[in-house]
């Protein structure tokens, strides 16, 4: 009976001694891995231009229908992205949302990228719909240079490529 | 026509002689890629995507035996090369190989080669999703390119063609189908090719650009997204996109569109194929002017009048005033005191809701669906009476067909209707056209004829009188009542004198008699032109049509251009003073429109209903008659000029916001559903008359007589319709629309049998079907009509029902004031001042009002283009810009209707006008 005692007690003396497994959440946030899908953001280029050329395949890609995307198109003098096109509205349903990376997989322009971000939680469903300017990273986050031949023709709007710089 | 046997693939099929290798391939199931053909168009081989490998059996050149090999089955001899399929007829024993490596190989070169320079810009591409050459691509195309993508050649994109639609020049692969649309089917040759080679691109040729109402069909058939509308631009993507069956209320062909919806938002209108009605085709005010459903402006909840200002209200409060006015006024002054008027665009089952409401509740036998200015059409029953049989199908007549078009401009009138009338001459029908002025369908017309304004009828009866001969001397007299006396008249006529007097030779005359009668079919279409004649006229083109017995058959008969989308239905469901429902004749007659206005301002109307009709902004004379009303209710989308005046203003659905069918000219009636919510509070237009029948329940001094008599009219010998009669009583619980449409299947004559149930059976139809690869011919457009077609409605003559006499009333020759030399034409415009064009691309298609005047009338009264002048008549004056115009008949003066700036009805006298020209300014 008391061998039996000491012997779970050893274990447990064995532990104190050795590094917790567990972290002080949220004090300290452990480390995700670097193919981690968390939150989404939505890239720029380094001259402050959107990436997101408004072309929903990433709300025809998603399987929960979590994302809605409403196009416009751009003032020749004063473009939000690249060529013709940019998203007006761009909303994920975050309840909605499984982080499958469809999104990620079908942007042609690789505006869309699933980051880092795990916390999301909310109070209400109203406040899990994330509008594109909480996804949208800060302008001077630029995130590579727009490819030369969307600039080919200066001011002339081309047309954005199937891929850009992947 | 020949049965050619040929084998494609292995599969023997039989098609007639002159059949493409294409659609052979189609009957045997087996797609050949395409994208410059489309079947409604003659092939080019412009794309070189559909080659073929194509044999021929070998023929002994001996013998001129067809040589056989040891099996006895013929030899074939390959051609060298893959030729086109699209160009390439089929020839007896024909063998087409679609699948070798041959084949293939040329397949996937030519894709490879069109996508050498396309910028491969799929996301952001309104065609994306539904593009052939996507699809093409997918299933016949080679998986990568040879060609490094930064030699794509970049151009400026996108160019505007016209402000209606863009052009992609990096996208197009210059199939050539625009062009040839515009120069084959639409008879608006605006665009054509520029430069060669890597700079070869479409250009519009016309000022203003790309100058035709149908060019937003252009971008349906782009088999690329080169050309794309600004209408569409960047709103969706196409697969996101439902879209729901409805009609275009905006004339009367009642082309089938389809509403392409997302969050309850019409994000563009498509045509649906129809092959009696619109083919694949709708013109740009159908595509273009639906945005009015969407306005801001749209009323929103029903409004009262309190110390004097339209204050919001609440439906009851709103049904409880209208029933309680309503009643006080029939109380003290009998159903008489009310009248209503209601718009040619609302549906049948509106139209039937508002007249039981006057006729059964209210017993007010004034209705009318116009607003009785001078120079409205009078309410036309021919075209009913002796309306095209039912089963016709404009597009399926050809050779043997002669349709005659009186005093119509279809392209303005009912645009779809310059399609269909094209297409018959295409196929070697006889197209006889008939103005006083020039209409661009003369430029397809097999026969042109201009007569002089006012003297129509002096044309017709000539016209008639050779007809007689003609049928005489073939020996088809008719049977119809009244034949001897018409002969007698006519034999009094002086041919020659009679013609001069309008203005054409004899010669001509006979010609288009002797076309018209000795023709297998036979249609007369008459549209404004000839309504400003009169009934005499009308009544004579039905002579004619009697005379040549060109009536009760399916394909023969008139087609009236009446304005309004449902003015056939309004005729049809009774909101007219003269006939109950299917033209049962009334034992008492009530007031037009016209004379409502003049009892209006003595007081014997106290009490008025407009719904979805402006008086007040079309006919402004009609003001001080609103406002001395005791009480006007209007039920409306808007806040017009007549609800600005009103006690009581009802806000009323769109069409797109509530289900309902719909009778065009050709009497087919077609359904169309509910795409959105209404906004607001708006409710459909029958619930709202409904409403106010519940409302008035027990309000109303009962009525014993029955205002309506069935023993005449078309169908009375008809036993069921007694029983019909007998259910108008019915209560007022209609739950959906259905029910309205049950209703009127029951009680108006002519409309049995055609409910929803009925409709919803016409069926899944497209005369060319579907393919094994359905999207490639017309990709890009979603024409399938789940719908059904919608049901023609039988005319009375094919029933021998009608009521028609052979008759010619004697000309009334008005003397003519010498101080109104000029005979005013009113030209009806598609783009006019037209409320429901507003927030659409196409307002600024609406031109500035004019007066066109004859070069020669110009250079006598030294007026020149830009001068103002002053149009005067008997009736009063009003001050236009001039503009000189080289083919009008000198004598006559042109001015188009429902521009704003030129109230017509300030001059109109009747339906024909003389007036004065003052110049008043210079340039």
């Given at each position: 009976m008391l061998g039996e005692l000491f012997k779970g007690l050893r274990t447990t003396l064995r532990y104190m001694f050795e590094q917790p497994v567990?972290?002080?959440?949220p004090e300290v946030k452990r480390p995700v891995r670097e193919r981690f899908r968390g939150k989404h953001e939505l890239k720029r280029f380094a001259n402050g231009l959107?990436?997101?050329?408004?072309?929903?395949l990433c709300s025809a890609a998603c399987p929960s229908d979590a994302i809605l995307v409403v196009p416009a198109e751009n003032d020749?003098?004063?473009?939000?992205?690249?060529?013709?096109r940019y998203a007006a509205t761009y909303e994920i349903n975050m309840l909605r949302c499984?982080?499958?990376?469809y999104c990620e997989d079908a942007c042609p322009t690789n505006a869309i990228v699933l980051e880092h971000q795990y916390e999301l939680s909310f109070y209400?469903?109203?406040?899990s719909i994330y509008t594109k300017d909480m996804l949208l990273v800060p302008p001077?986050?630029?995130?590579?240079?727009?490819?030369p031949i969307l600039e080919?023709?200066?001011?002339?709007?081309p047309s954005p490529p199937a891929q850009i710089d992947l | 026509m020949p049965e050619i046997h040929v084998t494609i693939d292995g599969v023997p099929v039989t098609v007639p002689a002159g059949t493409n290798v294409v659609d052979a391939a189609r009957v045997a199931g087996i797609s050949i890629p395409v994208f410059?053909?489309?079947?409604r168009m003659k092939p080019?081989?412009?794309?070189?995507?559909?080659l073929v490998a194509i044999g021929t059996p070998k023929v002994?050149?001996?013998?001129g035996q067809v040589e056989k090999d040891a099996e006895g089955k013929p030899i074939i001899a390959m051609m060298p090369k893959l030729m086109t399929g699209c160009t390439t007829p089929v020839s007896e024993g024909m063998v087409v190989l679609t699948t070798t490596d041959e084949v293939k190989f040329a397949q996937r070169g030519i894709l490879e080669f069109l996508l050498t320079?396309?910028?491969?810009?799929c996301p952001v591409c309104?065609?994306?999703?539904?593009?052939p050459l996507q699809n093409l691509t997918m299933e016949w195309?080679?998986?990568?390119?040879?060609?490094?993508?930064?030699?794509k050649v970049h151009f400026e994109k996108?160019?505007?063609?016209g402000d209606l639609i863009l052009l992609d020049r990096e996208r197009?692969?210059?199939?050539g189908r625009c062009v040839r649309y515009q120069d084959?089917?639409?008879?608006?040759?605006v665009l054509g090719y520029e430069n060669?080679?890597?700079?070869w691109h479409i250009i519009s040729k016309s000022d203003p650009p790309f100058?035709?109402?149908?060019?937003?069909n252009t971008t349906d058939i782009c088999?690329?997204?080169?050309l794309t509308t600004a209408d569409f631009r960047?709103?969706?993507?196409?697969?996101e996109l439902k879209s729901v069956p409805s009609i275009c209320t905006?004339?009367?062909?009642?082309c089938n569109i389809a509403l392409d919806m997302r969050h309850d938002q019409i994000k563009r209108v498509m045509p649906r194929e129809n092959g009696a009605v619109n083919d694949i085709w709708i013109c740009d005010k159908g595509r273009f002017g639906q945005r009015f459903v969407e306005s801001?402006?749209?009323?929103t909840t029903p409004l009262i009048r309190r110390n004097g200002e339209l204050v919001a209200t609440t439906w009851d409060e709103a049904l409880r005033v209208v029933a309680e006015r309503f009643a006080t006024i029939q109380r003290e002054?009998?159903?008489?005191a009310l009248a209503g008027l209601a718009g040619p665009r609302l549906s049948n089952e509106d139209l039937f809701a508002f007249q039981r409401l006057f006729?059964?509740?209210?017993?007010?036998?004034?209705?009318?669906?116009?607003?009785?200015?001078?120079?409205e059409p009078h309410a036309d029953n021919l075209g009913t009476?002796?309306?095209?049989?039912?089963?016709?199908?404009?597009?399926?007549?050809?050779?043997?067909t002669t349709v005659l078009v009186f005093g119509a401009d279809p392209e303005e009138e009912a645009p779809l209707y310059m399609l269909r009338l094209r297409g018959i001459a295409d196929r070697g029908g006889e197209l006889i056209v008939v103005n006083p002025r020039p209409t661009k369908l003369e430029r397809s017309a097999t026969h042109r004829l201009r007569y002089r304004a006012g003297s129509e009828l002096q044309f017709t009866r000539a016209l008639l009188s050779v007809a007689l001969a003609e049928v005489d001397t073939q020996q088809?007299?008719?049977?119809?009542?009244g034949l001897d006396s018409l002969r007698t008249t006519l034999q009094s006529i002086a041919v020659d004198a009679a013609a001069e007097a309008a203005g054409v030779t004899v010669e001509a005359l006979r010609t288009v008699a002797q076309r018209f009668v000795q023709a297998e079919n036979g249609i007369i279409m008459y549209g404004a032109d000839a309504f400003a004649v009169g009934p005499m006229l009308t009544h004579d083109l039905g002579n004619l049509a009697v005379l040549a017995g060109?009536?009760?058959?399916?394909?023969n008969g008139l087609i009236a251009l009446l304005p309004g989308g449902n003015a056939r239905g309004a005729l049809d469901m009774g909101v007219?003073?003269?006939?109950?429902?299917?033209?049962?004749?009334?034992?008492q007659p009530g007031l037009s429109a016209r004379e409502i206005w003049g009892a209006a301002t003595e007081g014997r109307v106290r009490g008025m209903y407009v719904m979805g009709i402006d008086p007040a902004n079309?006919?402004?004379?009609?003001r001080g008659a609103l406002e001395a009303l005791e009480f006007l209710v209007v039920q409306d989308m808007f806040l017009t000029a007549t609800a600005q005046v009103a006690h009581v203003v009802l806000p009323s659905a769109s069409f797109a916001e509530r289900d309902g069918t719909y009778t065009n000219a050709e009497r087919r009636v077609q359904r169309a559903r509910q795409a959105r919510p209404a906004p607001g509070a708006c409710r459909a237009d029958w619930t709202i008359v409904q409403g106010v029948a519940q409302a008035l329940a027990g309000m109303l001094v009962p009525?014993?007589?029955?205002?309506?008599?069935?023993?005449?009219?078309?169908?009375?010998?008809?036993?069921?319709e007694q029983e019909g009669v007998s259910r108008n009583?019915?209560?007022?619980?209609?739950?959906?629309v259905s029910d309205v449409a049950d209703a009127i299947a029951d009680t108006v004559p002519g409309y049995s049998g055609i409910t929803h149930t009925s409709l919803a059976q016409t069926?899944?139809?497209?005369?060319w079907g579907r393919q094994t690869?359905?999207?490639?011919?017309?990709?890009?457009?979603?024409?399938?009509?789940?719908?059904?077609?919608g049901l023609q409605y039988p005319a009375p003559v094919e029933q021998q029902r009608t009521t028609f006499t052979l008759e010619t009333a004697p000309i009334?020759?008005?003397?003519?004031d010498e101080r109104y030399p000029f005979v005013l034409l009113v030209q009806r415009l598609?783009?006019?001042?037209?409320?429901?064009?507003?927030?659409?691309?196409?307002?600024?298609?609406?031109p500035a009002p004019y007066v066109a005047i004859s070069t020669n009338d110009s250079r006598r009264l030294g007026i020149q283009a830009g001068d103002r002048v002053r149009v005067s008549s008997s009736a009063g004056g009003i001050e236009l810009p001039a503009r000189v115009v080289v083919d009008l008949t000198d004598g006559s003066v042109l001015i188009p209707a429902?521009?704003?700036?030129?109230?017509?009805s300030m001059i109109q006298t009747g339906p024909r006008t003389h007036v004065a020209l003052t110049k008043i300014a210079q340039r």
């Open positions: 567990t972290v002080q959440y959107e990436r997101c050329i408004g072309c929903s020749p003098e004063n473009p939000t992205s690249p060529g013709e499984i982080f499958c990376g209400d469903r109203h406040t001077d986050q630029g995130h590579g240079e727009i490819p080919q023709l200066g001011n002339k709007r | 410059c053909y489309h079947p080019v081989g412009m794309c070189r995507m559909c002994d050149r001996a013998t320079s396309h910028p491969l810009d309104d065609k994306g999703g539904e593009c195309g080679p998986g990568n390119s040879r060609f490094d993508y930064s030699d996108p160019v505007p063609l197009c692969i210059l199939c084959e089917i639409a008879d608006d040759p060669r080679g890597r700079n100058d035709s109402k149908f060019s937003g088999p690329v997204g080169a960047f709103r969706a993507r196409v697969w905006h004339c009367p062909v009642g801001t402006e749209r009323l002054a009998g159903g008489e006729r059964e509740v209210l017993h007010s036998p004034h209705l009318d669906h116009r607003v009785g200015m001078p120079g009476e002796l309306g095209v049989g039912s089963g016709t199908n404009l597009m399926t007549l050809g050779k043997g088809r007299t008719p049977d119809f009542p060109k009536v009760g058959r399916a394909n007219r003073p003269d006939y109950g429902p299917g033209y049962t004749s009334l034992s079309d006919f402004p004379a009609s009525v014993a007589a029955a205002s309506q008599s069935a023993t005449e009219g078309y169908w009375s010998q008809d036993g069921s009583g019915q209560a007022w619980n209609y739950i959906t069926g899944k139809v497209g005369t690869n359905e999207d490639y011919f017309y990709d890009g457009t979603n024409y399938e009509n789940t719908e059904g077609v009334q020759s008005a003397p003519i598609l783009y006019d001042a037209d409320p429901l064009l507003r927030d659409s691309l196409l307002v600024s298609h609406v429902h521009l704003s700036g030129a109230p017509l």
